[in-house]
């Protein structure tokens, strides 16, 4: 019998390979697909239960990729060391950033307050790449995220109230916003150079595991099953759950975790054009300087090196 194949990701490098083109495409790709996520979440949290909402979404990821697992026969990591590091990023970004989000609306934390604390996820990056991933935060690329977190923080107050119902639903998304970081940083610091459906298949279902309980102590698990009910599914298990995340953890292993965080700026305005394209929801005014102040941070974040 014929050995399995392993998949080893090419190492980036200064100059783009035709192995590494994808690099160029990848952060427009990723921060089309992750903010179109909001949108069709938006649509999808109308006909079902927040959790329940994303324990069915990964119960639809796990049972896609079985079915390439079966077929191509991907080669799983050997030894514990990177089953523990696939499983502790699924932990903490699949399981705790979802979960904890999810968890702060349903504690009465507005979207926008919500928004607003995980957007603060760069400059907790940037304080802490340089201990934990060993990056070098220049003063332009410090001028950067402060530029690109306010022009965040403009996009989403003026298009969302910013209300905080409970202490539980601020700590939910404080907790949110560790979850997101602490998965970047860990991604960053032990990440494991597996195939991506196995690496997936792993890490959603660690998030099943944990989702798929909380959801039934915590909600009575209603679901309509409507025809948007399904849109909304397919778009964020295809688009969100499977490209877009294998997108942004290919790009911290080949990057600067401090960079690929600061993607995450363009997100709320990104959101908004697409909003505005599929919801019919109308970008204020005010938005527009924040959109450009973002774009600008982005730039001067990711246009240099370390």
């Known amino acids: 019998m014929s050995e399995r194949p392993t998949y080893e990701v090419p190492a980036a490098t200064p100059g783009a390979t035709p192995n590494t083109q994808w690099l160029r495409v990848a952060p427009a790709l990723f921060l089309l697909l992750w903010s179109g996520g909001f949108v069709f979440l938006k649509l999808g949290l109308r ?3 927040p959790l329940t909402f994303l324990a069915l979404r990964y119960a639809c990821v796990v049972g896609l990729l079985i079915i390439p697992c079966l077929w191509i026969r991907p080669a799983f990591p050997s030894g514990i060391k990177p089953w523990l ?15 904890f989000t999810y968890l702060s ?46 022009g965040a923080a403009i996009v989403i107050t003026s298009r969302s109230s910013i209300d905080v119902a409970t202490p539980a639903g601020l700590i939910f998304a404080l907790l949110a916003l560790l979850a ?17 459906v196995a690496s997936n298949l792993v890490q959603y279902a660690v998030g099943l595991a944990i989702t798929a309980p909380l959801a039934y102590a915590l909600e009575p698990m209603h679901v309509a099953w409507t025809p948007e ?6 778009y964020l298990v295809i688009g ?22 600061a993607l995450f700026f363009l ?22 300087p924040g959109m450009a102040m973002a774009a600008i941070g982005l730039y001067l974040v990711m246009g240099r090196r370390g």
Request: glycine letters at 12%; aromatic letters at 6%; proline letters at 5%.
């Open 47 to 49: 006909h079902a239960d």
């Open 85 to 99: 590091h696939l499983g502790m990023v699924g932990l903490l970004i699949q399981a705790g950033y979802f979960s």
């Open 105 to 150: 609306l349903k504690h009465g934390m507005s979207a926008g307050a919500v928004a607003l604390v995980t957007s603060q996820q760069p400059i907790l990056i940037g304080l802490l790449a340089p201990a934990i991933a060993g990056e070098r935060v220049d003063r332009v690329r410090w001028l950067g995220l402060a530029l690109g977190v306010t």
């Open 180 to 196: 997101m970081t602490g998965g970047t940083l860990w991604e960053k610091r032990f990440g494991t150079t597996v195939h991506p």
């Open 229 to 234: 009910l399904f849109g909304s599914l397919a």
């Open 240 to 261: 969100n759950s499977i490209i877009a995340i294998s997108l942004l953890l290919a790009m911290i292993r080949h990057g600067e975790a401090s960079r690929v965080s």
């Open 267 to 288: 997100v709320p305005p990104m959101t908004a054009v697409i909003a505005f394209a599929v919801l019919g929801e109308s970008i204020p005014l005010a938005a527009w």
